[in-house]
């Protein structure tokens, strides 16, 4: 395939010199080009053979670009140009010459940044960057999108070079895991395990016949299918970022098929138990327990939730530190509010809602863990079968018995998907058995009037005419 040839802009940014300095050579003939229709174009490989091209300095076109580590302050110095230019009137632009950044306030008031530049064809690219924080990843997310599209119109192939299945996983925890997600450290419990079965293979021998044998090694541990499907998905989420920061070639984890899930458990807390769990636990529970079933608010939010996150006048709770990062707010019920005004009364100075007194020491500490005590409770109760998070599903639950739309049960738990809020909201047997009644004789035998009514209409439909006494 024929190679394409080079602009004096791309020869200049390959050689590392002005565009200025590229003319003034040609002009002197010190370098070798072509000119069609008035313009200068150069052939890839006379400049990679250009005497005057040091070959210490200036690496051949096929081992790719050098790498430069530069801060944004000296970005900004070199290649930014016109300065900033508002977009809108909570919007800011940045032109760097080979494409431009831009933010936009999203209705949440959160930044969303953008990139914009021309591809091979020059037809204008314009993409949102989710995954960008700051104008400093959405510059390196804009050098990635321009650098590959120079590599596609060039036939540019990057060497990569090898590693370790180690190598990667750390670099996965420490520049993406720690900083995007939340649950870090479940990725890094799940790397720790990845690591010792292929730690010390090369990325490029991780084939798909390895991981089958790696499954069958959890399986064979004893370990749940659904443990092991999340390892998978840890591995496969490892590959994905080394193809894109180039330290891998193809994911092998595509062409492995995941474990077959058993259907999730059912546990909802009936009211009995509800009252006896009550009855059997300490103090300090009892309002986390009520929070859990009032609000279906999750393990890890209610034992961060703060005083200035409750508004007892109007009634609400600002979820701040949520597993999506997006906020979220919940009324407050009438008994709920009888709780927090009673816990408003001994509020502490650490601003935590939910505290314990140390026995040791008879101060007031924050409540972060409580599964011991919450499984105590449960024993004394005589309640089997049950965790803290099904709290959450009977809160659902009672909602779906309440006749509480989906959406609304999505909002209050914050799913993104209605299709997650619909795991947490079970039928219970009350509702199942009122729905096959239906179709009993009883049922039927109690309406003739409704058949006969339907059976009129429907003759009346087939008859082609319109009778107003019948009510349609």
């Known amino acids: 395939m024929k190679q394409s040839l080079l602009t004096a802009k791309e020869a200049s940014s390959f050689l590392h010199v002005h565009p200025k300095t590229l003319y003034k050579w040609t002009d002197e003939g010190k370098i070798p080009f072509r000119r069609i229709n008035r313009l200068l174009r150069f052939r890839p490989e006379d400049i990679e053979r250009w005497p005057g091209r040091p070959a210490e300095r200036f690496p051949a076109l096929s081992e790719g670009l050098p790498e430069l580590s530069l801060c944004l302050a000296d970005y900004d110095r070199m290649l930014l140009k016109g300065g900033r230019s508002a977009l809108g009137k909570h919007s800011k632009r940045w032109n760097y010459g080979f494409g431009t950044i831009y933010v936009r306030k999203t209705k949440g008031g959160n930044d969303r940044w953008y990139v914009d530049y021309q591809n091979g ?12 924080k700051s104008r400093e990843e959405a510059l390196f997310a804009l050098q990635e999108e321009t650098r590959q599209e120079f590599d596609r ?21 420490e520049n993406y895991a720690k900083i995007n997600n939340l649950s870090w450290k479940r990725v ?20 798909p016949y390895l991981i089958e044998k790696y499954k069958a090694k959890r399986l064979n541990d004893a370990l749940m299918t659904s443990s092991v499907n999340r390892e998978l998905s840890v591995l496969k989420r490892a590959f994905n970022l080394g193809i894109t920061w180039e330290m891998a070639e193809q994911n092998p984890v595509q062409k492995v098929r995941f474990l077959r899930q058993p259907e999730p458990r059912e546990r909802v807390l009936t009211e009995e138990e509800e009252r006896r769990l009550l009855e059997a636990s300490s103090e300090h529970l009892k309002p986390i327990i009520c929070m859990a079933l009032q609000t279906g608010m999750r393990k890890s939010e209610i034992a961060n939730l703060r005083w200035e996150e409750v508004d007892l006048e109007t009634r609400e ?10 906020k979220r707010t919940i009324p407050i019920s009438s008994d709920l509010f009888k709780v927090l005004a009673e816990l408003e009364g001994t509020r502490q100075s650490n601003g935590f809602v939910f505290q314990y007194r140390d026995p040791k020491t008879g101060r007031s500490r924050h409540v972060v863990f409580f599964r011991t005590a919450f499984e105590h409770a449960c024993r004394r109760a005589g309640i089997k079968g049950l965790t803290f998070h099904d709290l959450r599903h009977t809160f659902a639950s009672r909602l779906v018995r309440k006749g509480v739309d989906l959406i609304t049960i999505k909002d209050l738990l914050g ?21 096959v009644e239906l179709l009993s004789k009883k049922e039927l035998e109690k309406r003739p009037e409704n058949v006969e009514n339907q059976s009129h209409i429907c003759h009346t439909e087939v008859s082609g005419k319109f009778d107003p006494l019948v009510t349609h």
């Open 153 to 173: 119109e060039h036939g540019v192939k990057r060497k990569v070079r090898k590693m370790t299945f180690n190598e990667l996983a750390t670099e996965y925890l």
């Open 415 to 435: 799913h993104s998907s209605v299709r997650t809020t619909e795991r947490y909201s079970h039928s219970n047997r009350e509702q199942k058995q009122r729905a």
């Open 317 to 326: 709770i600002e979820v701040v530190k949520t597993k999506s990062g997006r």
């Open 121 to 132: 064809e020059g037809r204008r690219i314009r993409k949102v960057i989710a995954r960008a």
């Open 188 to 207: 890094g419990t799940c790397l720790n395990a990845l690591k010792r079965f292929f730690g010390a293979c090369y990325l490029s021998d991780v084939s």
